[in-house]
């Protein structure tokens, strides 16, 4: 977390952090997704949780429903500023 942090406050203009994801749990990746909104970046979510990567088709649904509404109900994005890749 320090290093994601140290780097978004030595940045000019708005960075981008690659990649987040829940395989830590929700702890770590609230801290991190908290230090992305407070330096205005972006980030790269990963479709991992702490079961592991989504191999089918329902882990991508299920764990990218949860990090929708992760972003969108505990943080305060707003829904259309949330874009994803679909990978089939």
Same mark, same amino acid.
């Given at each position: 977390?320090? #290093?994601?942090? @140290?780097?978004?406050?030595?940045? /000019?203009?708005?960075?981008?952090?690659?990649? !987040?994801?829940?395989? +830590?749990?929700?702890?770590?990746?609230?801290?991190?997704?908290?230090?992305?909104?407070?330096?205005?970046?972006?980030? #790269?979510?990963? @479709?991992?949780?702490?079961?592991? /990567?989504?191999?089918?088709?329902?882990?991508? !649904?299920?764990?990218? +429903?949860?990090?929708?509404?992760?972003?969108?109900?505990?943080?305060?994005?707003?829904?259309?500023?949330?874009?994803?890749?679909?990978?089939?």
């Amino acid at each position: 977390m320090e #290093v994601i942090e @140290a780097g978004l406050k030595c940045l /000019q203009g708005k960075g981008i952090v690659n990649s !987040i994801s829940l395989k +830590e749990g929700e702890e770590k990746f609230r801290e991190r997704a908290a230090a992305v909104l407070k330096y205005g970046a972006a980030a #790269v979510v990963m @479709a991992f949780d702490e079961k592991g /990567q989504a191999a089918t088709f329902e882990d991508r !649904i299920r764990i990218c +429903e949860r990090l929708t509404g992760f972003w969108s109900t505990r943080l305060g994005f707003r829904r259309k500023t949330l874009s994803s890749t679909r990978i089939f």
